[in-house]
């Protein structure tokens, strides 16, 4: 089964997360196929906090694929500010 969840990136105590399409069965941070946004939880200023491709989410939620609950929430805010930007 094909997954929309998050990756860890970024340094000890600051973490930043690409959100990945990838197959269920890779690890965590193992091979994806396709990275479509990213998600920094510790953002501050004018730095982004979600950033995210709705329309390839979109192309792969039609073709199958699942998204993990966080990443559905991040999928709303994003949704939610795209028509606002």
């Not at 990275?35 to 199958?64: M, T």
């Amino acid at each position: 089964m094909v997954k929309i969840r998050l990756t860890r990136g970024g340094a000890k105590k600051r973490p930043f997360y690409h959100i990945i399409v990838t197959d269920s069965r890779s690890a965590r941070d193992g091979r994806n196929i396709e990275r479509v946004g990213f998600y920094n939880p510790v953002a501050s200023g004018q730095e982004k906090r979600v950033e995210l491709n709705v329309e390839r989410v979109q192309h792969w939620l039609g073709h199958g694929a699942q998204m993990t609950d966080k990443v559905a929430d991040l999928y709303k805010q994003a949704a939610k500010a795209a028509p606002a930007a």
